[in-house]
């Protein structure tokens, strides 16, 4: 029998079982939807991997001349990169904890009831949902050494540091304000996480509690936490993956904190060293891949 024979029944479909018939028809409905993941995920990393390992010449006309690990060599060399990771590592870990933090105080805060509930709700959610460049810019407003609420407030009247300091411009400070600025607007994501379980834990498990003597701590401890132990874990990681990542909030704010993502933007375009760039974010990469595996090896089988 040859072969256009012996496929032309199964293209036909008459020695297809109707489980076999599903099944092609849920792999023709993907595979639209593979097809761009793949044009618009998977070769643009693909091609990012080439380059990698390449020395992008600054003439479109010339082609790629490959050069092996070199940029992995320099790059694992360079004490620039250790200090890009280092202050990437520090920006995620803090903005991340006092985050989620925030969300879980200002959670329990709102679980409560109280006149006017719903709509301080709906406030919390400003910082999150406002346009990203108009919170930056109000925020380098406020900040201002000169013209700045802040400064006014804490230097003028209460008198704790001298005015003149630029904290956003001063590569001392301007991390922790980067680090206060992300805190601020994202602990919204981690509150309406956090508020929607607490919200389902049975009043039932607080009221036994309260009638064995339990206190507040004590129920706190020994209650809530370990009801809420899955959404803080998915938050902490989520967001962890999404701040390793950062690029627009510090950029729009400040160009004296230099994370992973902004060294690889300031190689590939102010240096024009592509191949390098490529190499940084191969490594970055590498780390977010990482990060979701424990996101999903970790939270999603609890």
């Known amino acids: 029998m040859s072969v256009k024979n012996a496929v032309k029944p199964i293209l036909n479909g008459s020695d297809l079982t109707l489980e076999q018939k599903e099944s092609l028809l849920g792999y023709a409905l993907i595979a639209p939807a593979i097809l761009l993941v793949a044009g618009v995920i998977l070769y643009p990393v693909g091609y990012n991997v080439y380059l990698s390992f390449t020395e992008v010449p600054l003439d479109p006309n010339k082609s790629p001349v490959w050069v092996g690990l070199q940029h992995y060599q320099m790059l694992f060399s360079s004490s620039e990169f250790w200090s890009s990771l280092k202050t990437t590592v520090i920006f995620t870990f803090f903005s991340d904890t006092l985050a989620t933090l925030g969300g879980l105080g200002a959670a329990l805060l709102f679980n409560r009831k109280f006149r006017g509930r719903r709509i301080a709700r709906g406030l919390m959610l400003l910082p999150y949902v406002a346009p990203l460049i108009a919170v930056a810019y109000v925020w380098q ?8 609420l802040f400064p006014w407030f804490f230097s003028d009247i209460l008198g704790l540091y001298a005015g003149d300091i630029d904290v956003l411009n001063n590569a001392k400070t301007a991390l922790w304000m980067v680090i206060l600025f992300d805190t601020w607007r994202y602990f919204p994501f981690a509150f309406l996480m956090i508020i929607a379980r607490v919200q389902s834990i049975p009043s039932d498990m607080y009221e036994a509690a309260k009638i064995d003597g339990a206190g507040v701590f004590s129920r706190f401890k020994d209650i809530t936490l370990p009801e809420l132990k899955y959404v803080l874990a998915t938050v902490f990681l989520l967001r962890w993956i999404w701040n390793f990542n950062k690029f627009a909030d510090i950029w729009l704010l400040t160009k004296q904190v230099k994370t992973l993502p902004l060294y690889a933007y300031q190689t590939a375009f ?17 780390a977010l891949m990482g990060f979701v595996t424990l996101y999903v090896g970790v939270v999603l089988d609890w």
């Open 141 to 148: 407003w406020l900040l201002d050494p000169l013209y700045g």
């Open 270 to 286: 102010a240096n024009y060293a592509m191949g390098q760039a490529a190499a940084i974010s191969m490594v970055l990469f590498l």
